[in-house]
Each structure stands twice: as C-alpha cells, then as structure tokens.
C-alpha cells in the first residue's frame, strides 16, 4: 500500500536526500550529489530561494521503506514575472511503479493548486536557474557537473500519469580532437575585429571577484530574459551560487566580453566536478570525500559549458564565436580533452547553430513537461 507523508523533520529531510543514493545503487552512471548541499538547498533560511517561494517535500512508503520523492514548489518571482499561475515539481524520483508516481504527483499537484497554481510543470528543481528537466536520451554516461540523472522508466511513467512535452534541453558534447578549430584558426582575427568596435575578451578577475559576479549578473538577467522559463535571479541567488562555483572556476573556462568598462557578454565554464563525485559515497564529505575532493579536481579531464549570454545590440558580432573559440584554446596544454555545452533550448536555432560550427554532437536530452491542473 503506497503511502505519502510530507517531510516534517530532519529525520525525514535526511530520507528525502539519500533515497537516490538506494535507488541508483548498482547504476554506475548515477553520481551522488553532497548532501549538506542538498540539505541547504532544501532547507528555509539556508537557501536564497525560500525568501520569495515555498517548497513542500514529500516522500512515498511501502511499509516503513521509501519508494519515492517529490518536491512541490510555488515560485512566486516566476510566476510574477511571466505573468502565469504555474506550479512545479522537482527532486523527482521514484521505482518503477506508476501507482507510487500517481500517488506523488497527486499530493504535489493538491498542494501547488491551493497556493493558486493552474499548471504543474517540471521537473525543476527549485528553478530554471538549478538544475531540471528529465533526462530521456543519453543514458549510457554519468551526467556532467550541475545537471540532472534518472533512469529510462521515468519517461513512459509520466507520460502515463497524464504529463506532456513542454520542451526539450539539449546537451552537445564536444571533443578537443575532432572539434572544427576553424573557430580558434580565426580567434585573433575575430578578436582584432571586435577591438575595432571597443570590445574585449578577457578572463575573469578572481581578486576583484565581488564586483565581477554583480556585472556578469546584469548581462545574465538581461541576456535572457526572453527565455522559455527564465527568471531574473535575485542578489542573493546568484551570490549563494557564485560563492560555491568559484570553489572549482578556472579563469581560463570563465570569459566576459567588454566594452568601455561595461560587460556586454560572458561564458561561463566549470570543471566537470562529477568525475569526483562520483567517488564520493552517499555524497559524504566525511570522513575521506573531502579529501578526493580536494585533490582529484587537478585530474578532471573534462568541462562544462553552462551559460553563455549576449545582451542584445552585441548579438550576431562574432562574440558568441571568440567566447566557444577561446575556451577551446585556453584547453591546450591542459589535461582537458573536451566538454559538454548544456542546456540549450531546442529552438534556440541561433546558438544550437553556433555549437554544431564546432563539431558539436548532441548527445543527451532532457525534457521539461507540463500538465493543466
């Protein structure tokens, strides 16, 4: 008999984070993620997001055992911004039993609907600003830093509980060896170009790192603001996220376009962290995790490109190019052989295009669906 409780103790919180970590046991593919991140990503006054928004966990049993996971969460910025009354679900996971998922998101969509909601959406885990969508193609390799893992059942299970296609979330994977370096032949030349016009590239100034995240802040806010899902992140989100990804930046992998002191684009990419994660049992920093995390980060052989954002007037001027073609460069002599540009919109023809100039191959791809409530 599948019975659902909403977490109401820490007890509970702790059964909520390491369910996976049971679930994916023998998946050699599956990576952990820390659990004291996830405990302060779920917990109010630890997270930026729970000042503006509400989450209510859920978890399913048979018996006294966990059979399954869901967050039900009501984004107030989203919804205020896009001028929509949507509810999300996210921190989805479940056995494969269509009576334990029904049950789940049953209890997600009752509590989302009261708090005004009119469509479920998902999953997302707190926002488009986190990691989310289901993964539905590319099963066969662990997924890189900051982005999502499930098994192959969870589609038809969904789609059978009534949830549809919104869009999908590529992820292309581009190698060193075989990529088009027609990109990085043209680097100097592209770079001349837009020095012509008062525009630099330069890496990201680690000492003056405060001021560095308030200005690339403003180019992401602005640079995409007319996408599908995308919510402008507050001071405090985009600080609590900086704080933890300047742990792993490599200067070299985090580039801004400016011009007259003023940054007019950015790209951001970070060392694929899970290549050590994946090593860390249960997502434990104690007793030894910690110290594979310390030490293996200098091994990592791999990057992923996570955002790249233009504002408009500096779009289609050769940025976007010197932006890909310069990571790819500042890659030789290095122990990285290539990477992974994710997520990108499936209609985002403009920079699908851009990667594809390079030899990119989409490899895996995510879903976000949705259902009238």
């Not at 999953?123 to 539905?136: A, D, Y």
């Not at 969904?158 to 296609?165: D, I, N, S, T, V």
């Not at 989100?237 to 985090?254: G, Q, S």
Request: with cysteine.
């Amino acid at each position: 008999m599948t019975r659902i409780a909403p977490v109401s103790s820490p007890k509970e919180l702790g059964k909520f984070i390491d369910f996976p970590h049971d679930l994916y046991q023998h998946d050699p593919n599956y990576v952990p993620e820390l659990f004291i991140a996830q405990k302060d990503m779920l917990t109010p006054g630890k997270h930026p997001f729970h000042e503006h928004s509400e989450v209510k966990l859920f978890l399913s049993y048979d018996g006294d055992k966990v059979n399954g996971r869901i967050a039900a969460i009501y984004n107030t910025n989203h919804n205020e911004f896009t001028n929509r009354k949507d509810g999300f679900f996210g921190f989805f996971d479940t056995v494969n039993d269509q009576k334990v998922v029904n049950a789940l998101l049953k209890e997600a969509t009752a509590w989302v609907k009261q708090k005004g909601a009119d469509t479920l959406v998902g999953p997302v885990n707190l926002s488009t600003n986190e990691t989310c969508g289901l993964l539905i193609e590319g099963y066969d390799r662990p997924p890189m830093a900051m982005m999502p893992y499930n098994a192959s059942y969870y589609l038809p299970l969904l789609e059978q509980a009534g949830l549809r296609k919104k869009t999908d979330l590529l992820a292309y994977e581009i190698n060193v060896s075989d990529s088009n370096d027609k990109s990085v032949r043209m680097i100097d030349a592209l770079e001349g170009r837009l020095q012509r016009s008062g525009i630099t590239i330069r890496q990201v100034n680690l000492k003056d790192f405060k001021n560095e995240v308030v200005k690339i802040r403003e180019v992401y806010n602005k640079a995409w603001d007319k996408n599908l899902g995308f919510v402008p992140t507050t001071e405090a989100e985009f600080e609590y996220l900086a704080k933890d990804l300047k742990m792993i930046l490599d200067p070299r992998y985090c580039l801004v376009a400016e011009k007259d002191n003023e940054l007019v684009g950015f790209i951001l990419g970070i060392p694929d962290i899970n290549q050590i994660l994946i090593k860390i049992k249960r997502g434990r920093l104690l007793p030894t995790g910690i110290f594979k995390l310390l030490f293996g980060k200098k091994d990592i052989t791999r990057i992923r490109v996570l955002t790249l954002g233009v504002i408009d007037g500096y779009r289609k001027m050769g940025i976007e190019a010197c932006l890909y073609g310069r990571i790819i460069k500042n890659t030789y002599g290095t122990k990285v052989t290539g990477g992974e540009c994710s997520w990108m919109l499936e209609d985002n023809y403009l920079m699908n295009h851009a990667i594809e100039q390079i030899n990119g191959k989409l490899y895996k791809r995510y879903r976000l669906f949705e259902k009238p409530i």
